[in-house]
């Protein structure tokens, strides 16, 4: 079975510019989380979507924003990007109602 | 406010020594997961505990949660190099709000 997966590996984008990063959740998942690992900081959760929609956002600006597929698929998209930004972000998978999420590998962006 | 904490945060050990990472919290969690992370990769999914008194064993590791659920451990016999890496606990809360709260991690390195 096919883990989560996530593209692009790498971005390094300058302050002001727009990303969006995507993951593909486990088969037959229909929750996907957001995360993101900054540097001294720990995971921090960003977003969580469910059946197409956004069930809980954390605390985090309103310039992080994003959707998911019907196919469960989603994107993360992040405006108006700041040097803060630069983090590893994670996606993560789990069955609805599931506390047990599984992780891709991670978009390591890089805010110049 | 750090709901979980880990300890110790930086572990130095040689092979075939036994180590405990602790995970703590004043809150309840109705499941707790632990994670192994390395540099530059998705966290990787350990084990997942959901009731009070629960213990676990995975090989050489061996999972514990606190019967109030509120705190977990982590006990490795007999460490090998291959342990190295981020150690992360998470918790899932009542209520389903999608997200876990994710302590700060315990670097293990075990040296030959």
């Known amino acids: 079975e096919a883990g989560v997966t996530q593209s692009p590996t790498h971005l390094i984008k300058t302050r002001g510019q727009q990303v969006t990063l995507r993951c593909s959740p486990i088969s037959g998942h229909t929750s996907v989380y957001w995360y993101q690992q900054a540097l001294g900081l720990g995971l921090q959760f960003l977003l969580w979507?469910?059946?197409?929609?956004?069930?809980n956002r954390g605390n985090f600006p309103p310039r992080f924003s994003g959707r998911q597929f019907p196919n469960y698929s989603s994107e993360l998209n992040v405006n108006a990007l700041e040097l803060e930004d630069s983090a590893l972000y994670l996606c993560?998978?789990?069955?609805?109602?599931?506390?047990?999420?599984?992780f891709g590998p991670g978009t390591r962006l890089t805010v110049l | 406010t750090q709901l979980l904490e880990q300890s110790p945060q930086f572990l130095s050990i040689q092979e075939g020594e036994n180590l405990t990472v602790y995970c703590n919290s004043s809150s309840v969690f109705s499941s707790l997961q632990w994670y192994r992370q390395e540099p530059g990769e998705g966290p990787v999914l350990l084990v997942t505990v959901v009731t009070g008194g629960e213990v676990k064993k995975l090989k050489r590791l061996t999972f514990q949660f606190g019967d109030a659920r509120k705190d977990s451990s982590l006990h490795i016999t007999a460490a090998q190099t291959g342990d190295t890496g981020l150690y992360l606990c998470?918790?899932?809360?009542?209520?389903?709000?999608?997200?876990?709260?994710f302590g700060q991690g315990t670097t293990l390195q075990v040296k030959p």
């Open positions: 998470a918790g899932g809360r009542y209520g389903n709000t999608g997200k876990l709260i």
């Open positions: 979507y469910d059946e197409g929609e956004e069930r």
């Open positions: 993560a998978s789990s069955r609805q109602g599931i506390h047990e999420q599984f």
